[in-house]
């Protein structure tokens, strides 16, 4: 993101993508009218698309599960298609999409999505994981359970104090100050007014999980504690281990902001 003509393409990308002007590539399945929406966003991980599979096919949940896998490192998205398409079981009650990213847009990507499908979720709301995020059967239920209109939840909850990295964990069904966008779930009306693309300045672009929770507080909303079980693996892969500079920075930054 530091070369000009890297972030010109990136912005022209983000102004398209925001808007929902991409295709959903649908590998198995179909989605019904009170499917969940999960996002996932993939990143350098292809040896995780196995366990992503069983991962959403084998939850245990009360609706079928619209699963919708963006890629944001497009060399990988053959790999991801035929891999899903070999594994998904032919008699799951759950589907699957898929978007080949030309470029790495980052976690944002899931709200894209959420923008395209807006007038799809009869829940009024979608839930977000990460692919390095290991989960139990029940996550999709536990976590939708739980949430509430004009609310998030999530597993990584905290409240900071004055700085971003000096934070204490929040409790179960607490609330908090911040909540990370893997293993959550969001109001999908955030994303139905232009600014919250807008806003987001294209130096801190792939914060988006600051960026949510400062907008949703701005919007009166709540930010909670989901009392969901993730472990997490691939540690290694994370791209949040080039990000760590910029967050306090970002922090300190939409503290002086309000939207």
């Not at 003509?5 to 959903?24: I, K």
């Not at 179960?172 to 919250?196: K, M, P, Q």
Request: glycine share 6%; charged share 25%.
């Amino acid at each position: 993101m530091t070369d000009i003509a890297n972030r010109f393409l990136w912005r022209m990308c983000y102004r398209v993508l925001s808007r929902g002007f991409f295709p959903l590539r649908r590998l198995r399945g179909r989605p019904v009218h009170d499917s969940i929406l999960v996002v996932m966003c993939l990143w350098n991980r292809p040896q995780r698309i196995d366990s992503i599979v069983r991962l959403i096919t084998e939850q245990e949940s009360d609706h079928p599960i619209r699963l919708v896998l963006w890629n944001n490192k497009w060399i990988h998205g053959r790999h991801y298609v035929k891999s899903v398409r070999a594994l998904w079981p032919t008699d799951s009650r759950h589907s699957v999409e898929f978007f080949n990213s030309p470029i790495n847009m980052g976690g944002i990507a899931r709200f894209f999505v959420a923008k395209k499908l807006r007038r799809q979720l009869p829940s009024g709301a979608f839930v977000m994981l990460d692919d390095d995020q290991d989960v139990r059967r029940d996550f999709v239920t536990e976590i939708v359970g739980s949430w509430t209109p004009g609310s998030i939840w999530g597993f990584w909850a905290w409240t900071i104090h004055g700085s971003y990295f000096n934070r204490t964990p929040t409790e179960a069904a607490a609330l908090a100050d911040y909540v990370g966008t893997g293993a959550s779930i969001c109001d999908a009306s955030i994303v139905d007014e232009r600014r919250f693309f807008a806003g987001l300045p294209t130096e801190y672009a792939f914060i988006e999980d600051l960026w949510m929770s400062r907008y949703a507080v701005g919007l009166g909303w709540e930010l909670r504690k989901a009392d969901v079980q993730v472990d997490f693996v691939l540690d290694d892969t994370n791209q949040n281990h080039h990000l760590a500079d910029l967050k306090d920075d970002f922090y300190q930054f939409l503290q002086t902001r309000t939207n």
